[in-house]
């Protein structure tokens, strides 16, 4: 059963940075796209970042050019570098194989942005 522990979440202003870290129990964890999800209070979750197998990367259009998602295959670990944050960005982060796997979601970690 593959896990994930999201970490990093914090209370910042608007304009700010915070890396979120997640870490995988897999040990095939270099052969999966890896993905940050986020769920907003009353909306359902979206996939806004993802890294593919050999590093090419996609994101959301509302993030893209403020967040970076990057993955440690040695350390089976993900981040997800944010910069420029919004209120809108306010969420529970996730991170994900994708497509997800349904049994494997954690705990996420809470990124609440301030005006």
């Known amino acids: 059963q593959v896990q994930f522990v999201e970490s990093g979440g914090a209370l910042v202003q608007a304009g700010g940075s915070l890396r979120l870290s997640c870490a995988a129990s897999?040990?095939?964890?270099?052969?999966?796209?890896m993905g940050w999800y986020r769920q907003a209070p009353g909306k359902q979750r979206e996939l806004v970042a993802t890294?593919?197998?050999?590093?090419?990367?996609r994101y959301v259009d509302s993030v893209k050019g403020r967040f970076t998602i990057s993955r440690d295959n040695a350390k089976n670990t993900v981040y997800l570098q944010m910069n420029s944050l919004k209120p809108e960005d306010t969420a529970v982060y996730y991170c994900?194989?994708?497509?997800?796997?349904?049994?494997?979601w954690g705990q996420g970690t809470q990124v609440t942005v301030s005006s």
């Open positions: 890294i593919l197998t050999g590093g090419s990367t």
């Open positions: 994900n194989m994708v497509p997800s796997r349904a049994r494997s």
């Open positions: 897999v040990t095939t964890f270099s052969n999966y796209a």
